[in-house]
């Protein structure tokens, strides 16, 4: 069985500072993959950043980065530069390898960015 | 906008009734996943089709039912409703053999059971 775990229901940071969001997760896969998805009031599921497990350099995109560690199992989100469009739920999730392809999410962290 | 349609975007029914939601996934996706998400709780895989087959189930109750037909569009079927069956009903799509791949959501279904 594969899980994912968010420790940190709520956050808030200042605008146009840095914040890092936790996430641990767990599977018995070699292979699989990691993804970050927002999920803004509107309530729409949208891609943050991916990152496939066999590979070392952490994803980035634009001012959103991770920080993944294999051997801890951990995938951590970093963004940079917040701003206010980045007030979201913020979900981990894990995806397996061909047999196993559904996602499993974690139960998420509300970020609140401040003015 | 993520190509999977879902309808209807909202639907307010009694207990005791009998819904259906309709998926049209990704144009050259041929996975459907439905995921359920209560009020302030992440999403809850319920099934996936693949190419009009079931091809893994989560947590779906036995009142739930789905299907995938041949043109690849996907019906959830609810059955029987509870006020805890209230939630957003999320389908989504994928590609097969590119797990790498995210899933594309749709903008949900929001079931109100009163």
């Known amino acids: 069985a594969q899980t994912v775990t968010q420790s940190q229901p709520e956050m808030s940071v200042q605008e146009a500072e840095t914040v890092t969001l936790s996430c641990t997760y767990d599977?018995?896969?070699?292979?699989?993959?990691l993804f970050w998805y927002k999920q803004p009031p509107s309530r729409q599921m949208i891609l943050v950043i991916r990152?496939?497990?066999?590979?070392?350099q952490n994803a980035t995109e634009n001012r959103f980065s991770v920080n993944f560690q294999k051997a801890a199992k951990s995938f951590s989100l970093k963004i940079s530069d917040s701003q206010l469009g980045d007030t979201a739920m913020y979900f981990c999730?894990?995806?397996?390898?061909?047999?196993?392809?559904?996602?499993?999410f974690g139960t998420g962290t509300r970020l609140t960015i401040i003015p | 906008d993520s190509g999977v349609t879902q309808t209807p975007k909202h639907l307010i029914t009694a207990t005791g009734q009998r819904v259906t939601l309709r998926c049209s996934p990704r144009?050259?996706?041929?996975?459907v996943y439905w995921y359920q998400q209560s009020l302030d709780q992440g999403l809850q895989f319920l099934i996936q089709y693949y190419n009009g087959e079931e091809r893994a189930k989560g947590n779906i109750l036995e009142r739930f039912s789905a299907q995938q037909f041949p043109d690849l569009h996907s019906e959830l079927n609810l059955s029987s409703l509870e006020l805890g069956d209230s939630a957003l009903y999320f389908c989504?799509?994928?590609?097969?053999?590119?797990?790498?791949?995210?899933?594309?959501f749709g903008n949900g279904t929001r079931l109100t059971v009163t």
């Open positions: 990152q496939e497990a066999y590979k070392q």
């Open positions: 989504a799509s994928s590609v097969m053999g590119q797990e790498s791949s995210p899933l594309h």
């Open positions: 144009s050259g996706d041929l996975s």
């Open positions: 999730a894990l995806r397996g390898a061909f047999g196993n392809e559904k996602l499993t």
């Open positions: 599977t018995s896969e070699n292979n699989y993959y």
